[in-house]
């Protein structure tokens, strides 16, 4: 089947009991048994497994190209889960160009702990990057990345990571799945922020994981019970709503970003435009490789950090907020907000860079109102 099609079915047969089409919310911590030992289709506690979650899990599976899928209270508790493959002493390479959020947990939390982390730019993923990897344990990349819009191909650092002995894992929660596959690249595991596109309306929190490695599987499903990190029924259920409605929402997210890239584009009170789907951004022709289409992010440059702030709080239709991927448009300058966390590191996020999740309001609404803005 389809993509379009899986998004709606896979994981999600009508109800047994009563034949009802949408999975119902399974609200419940514990589950009667049979006998001692002898659980009904296997629940026994929903921190192990729930019927909602185990929904949400096997669509994701299916949607990613995986063969296992765990769901998490959000994205950094999938990244916490997927950081329990490494110990003290092991070495993680990552993408310099990196979350905020993913920066401090390595650098706050898994750094003092004894985990060594090297930074790799995007540049260098681009050329001979094995001699950086020597040694590594997990290489964490994201393509495009977070918020410079970076691009890397997957495959190749697949190819460096998996001679080097290591695990690639890919943050695709910029792209979604609907746009780029990792472990259909070479990718070992894969992680979402379900917040973003996967929800799609900005009303949850909640993360994902997968898989087609059975070995990373039964240890992800172990860290999944143990750490306890998991995503609740209600959250799950949501999530299932969201990928309903995923491919259509994310090709009005890419239509509305080209429209907005091209505004930009010729303003000139902008500086650079950072977005894959313009044809002199370096990581276009990667991009077009891998990707189906390039995306509902933008990140663009003005002058000054003065008039980055200004420039936020003069929009009316775009929300100045954090986070991404809803259906409304949001706009932030990341070196204040999302990236703060960076702000003491040698790859600091540039202070004056602003940064936009394309909703799927009219394009014309959206340019008009930057417009404003910028005048």
């Given at each position: 089947m389809q993509f379009d099609t899986r998004a709606i079915h896979d994981g999600q047969e009508p109800d047994p009991s009563t034949g009802a089409v949408t999975v119902p919310i399974y609200q419940t911590s514990t589950y009667?048994?049979?006998?001692?030992?002898?659980?009904?289709?296997?629940?026994?506690?929903?921190?192990?497994?729930?019927?909602?979650?185990?929904?949400?899990?096997?669509?994701?599976?299916?949607?990613?190209?995986?063969?296992?899928?765990?769901a998490f209270a959000s994205g950094m508790a999938a990244t916490t889960t997927v950081m329990h493959l490494v110990d003290p002493g092991d070495t993680v390479v990552s993408v310099n160009d990196v979350y905020g959020g993913t920066y401090r947990l390595f650098s706050k939390v898994y750094e003092p702990k004894g985990v060594r982390f090297r930074y790799v730019s995007a540049d260098d993923f681009a050329g001979d990057v094995g001699p950086l990897l020597e040694g590594a344990r997990l290489v964490w990349l994201e393509s495009p990345t977070n918020p410079l819009l970076n691009v890397i191909d997957i495959r190749a650092a697949a190819d460096a990571a998996h001679a080097a002995g290591a695990l690639l894992v890919v943050d695709n929660t910029f792209a979604s799945p609907y746009l780029q596959r990792p472990l259909e690249l070479g990718a070992d595991i894969v992680v979402h922020s379900a917040t973003k596109y996967l929800g799609g309306h900005s009303d949850l929190v909640s993360g994902i994981a997968v898989t087609s490695d059975d070995g990373l599987a039964e240890r992800l499903g172990f860290l999944q019970n143990s750490l306890g990190a998991i995503a609740g029924p209600f959250d799950s259920w949501l999530v299932l709503r969201g990928l309903k409605t995923l491919p259509v929402r994310m090709r009005q997210h890419c239509e509305n970003a080209r429209a907005v890239a091209g505004f930009l584009g010729g303003h000139p009170s902008v500086e650079r435009v950072l977005f894959p789907g313009i044809p002199t951004h370096p990581g276009h022709e990667i991009a077009t490789q891998q990707m189906r289409d390039y995306g509902g992010m933008i990140s663009f440059l003005v002058d000054t950090p003065e008039h980055a702030v200004r420039l936020v709080a003069r929009t009316r239709v775009w929300s100045l907020a954090e986070s991404l991927g809803g259906v409304e448009s949001l706009i932030e300058t990341p070196a204040q907000m999302t990236h703060a966390s960076t702000a003491d590191a040698p790859?600091?996020?540039?202070?004056?860079?602003?940064?936009?999740?394309?909703?799927?309001?009219?394009?014309?609404?959206?340019v008009d109102d930057l417009d404003q803005a910028l005048a």
């Open positions: 009667v048994q049979e006998e001692v030992g002898k659980l009904k289709d296997g629940y026994d506690y929903s921190r192990t497994a729930n019927p909602t979650r185990r929904a949400l899990e096997r669509c994701m599976a299916s949607l990613e190209g995986g063969s296992h899928g765990f790859f600091a996020t540039p202070p004056n860079l602003v940064r936009l999740s394309v909703g799927i309001e009219s394009a014309d609404d959206l």
